[in-house]
């Protein structure tokens, strides 16, 4: 048997990262800055993740769109909005292909940088895997240090969308959410659909239905989670995307953020142990 080729390294926008291809035609390219999924085309189709036209790649904020990792904050209810993880640089620890996948994985140990911000010991690992017209990512996070901590974290997945306005979301009726854009107000989701039409930011609570985003001419994306107990819906509107430096102003019509998080309760982790994460999108 021919021994296929492991996942190679390239420059995307000056940027170190990892391009990922399995033999059915699927690829991905993750970045080493920030443990970032930049880019995902299954098998036979087109991409499927939002990139700002604008985004910024010099290696020390965040990049506007992908998956970027949140962690160990998520959102900007405490000292680290969103966390420093999106922002660091990762260390490739295993790349790998198969016949029918490609796999990577990329490592964040604490650092003295870290500790400056949140005094605790970690590692954090996110592992990609790509086969057909499925993509696996998994946050891994280990407690290293001598006492017990707490975090919350996401996968901060920007969808494209060709309008958003006429994307429907389902797998949310009867869920709870805290409504951001009301600070933090509970509410119920009594619709079938989720149809976008203004700012919206929610934290729905310990889903576990698998969510479906669809838009005309069939193009669709299911997500699945384990781990994680929240699904975060975003976008910022005309407004607040106007005001964002690295968003063009129409750019909030091209995505729409689906993220599995564990952003309302944080997880606790005792020194020595290990929690994980999982997001399974299918492209339909």
Known sequence: MTALPPPKACDFHGLPALALSAPD??????????????????????????????????????????????????????????GFARGLPWEVVGARSGEDYATATLLLNDSAATRALWPHAFSAEMTVLLSGNRLDMELEVANSDNRPFSFTAALHTYLRVKEVENVSLTGLQNQRYLDQTRKGQQETDRREALVVDDEVDRIYLGVTNPVLLSQPGGIAVAMQQEGFEDVVVWNPWEEKCAALPDMPKDGFRRMLCVESAAAAKPVALEPGDTWFGRQTLVAL
């Open 25 to 82: 035609g699927a690829c991905a390219i993750i970045t080493l800055h920030g443990a970032n999924l930049v880019s995902w085309i299954p098998a036979g189709g087109a991409e499927r993740l939002f990139l700002s036209e604008k985004a910024v790649f010099d290696g020390q904020r965040a990049l506007r769109g992908g998956v970027p990792v949140i962690f160990p904050q998520f959102g900007g209810e405490g000292p680290l909005r969103h």
